[in-house]
């Protein structure tokens, strides 16, 4: 059961970082992070197609994440 959820742990891992990587960067520089947080807050920015998928999918890919992650440290206790 231990090796199970470390295996899955690990490909959760890979996921995580696999979505993030392929969405698109909002904007650049401190400029961009500025406005760009603030267009995202107040949903002036809205996600459609692929873009809303990956944000998806990273959603879920990462609340797995985070449970086996605390699955496998009550496992190895």
Avoid: P
């Amino acid at each position: 059961m231990e090796m199970f959820l470390k295996v899955l742990l690990i490909i959760f891992s890979i996921g995580v970082v696999t979505a993030v990587l392929l969405q698109e960067g909002k904007s650049a520089g401190l400029t961009g992070a500025i406005s760009g947080g603030a267009e995202h807050l107040f949903g002036k920015a809205k996600a459609r197609g692929m873009e809303l998928v990956l944000e998806r999918i990273t959603i879920a890919v990462a609340a797995g994440f985070f449970i086996l992650s605390i699955a496998v440290a009550i496992v190895m206790e």
